[in-house]
């Protein structure tokens, strides 16, 4: 069974940073795309960063430059590092994998999703 634990989220001020982790477990970990989506009261949940299972990364528009997804395959997490956060970033952030080594931005595609941490910027 695999399993997804999120953690690292808070409430942070405007231009501040946090680093968000995921330990999975259940599975051979580093076969496998990992990808971070977030989703607000009254919004889908969208797409956010992912990584492959050769550590090709792929971004939103609205975080690129800003964001960084990381993997360390040892210890079967999933990182997301987030600078310069702005008020519109406030969300629950969301773990995810997929059975594919390739990641997809759409949240249908995505197989197994951790509980979610919330992220909330301040102005």
């Known amino acids: 069974q695999v399993q997804l634990v999120e953690s690292g989220g808070g409430l942070v001020q405007a231009g501040d940073s946090l680093r968000l982790s995921c330990a999975a477990s259940g599975r051979t970990f580093s076969n496998y795309a990992m990808g971070w989506f977030r989703q607000s009261p009254g919004k889908e949940r969208e797409f956010v960063a992912a990584?492959?299972?050769?550590?090709?990364?792929n971004y939103a528009d609205s975080v690129k430059g800003r964001f960084t997804i990381s993997r360390d395959n040892a210890k079967n997490t999933v990182y997301l590092q987030m600078n310069s956060l702005r008020p519109e970033d406030t969300a629950v952030y969301y773990c995810t994998t997929r059975a594919s080594i390739f990641y997809e931005t759409g949240a249908t595609r995505w197989d197994y999703w951790g509980q979610g941490t919330q992220v909330t910027v301040s102005a």
């Open positions: 990584i492959t299972a050769t550590s090709m990364r």
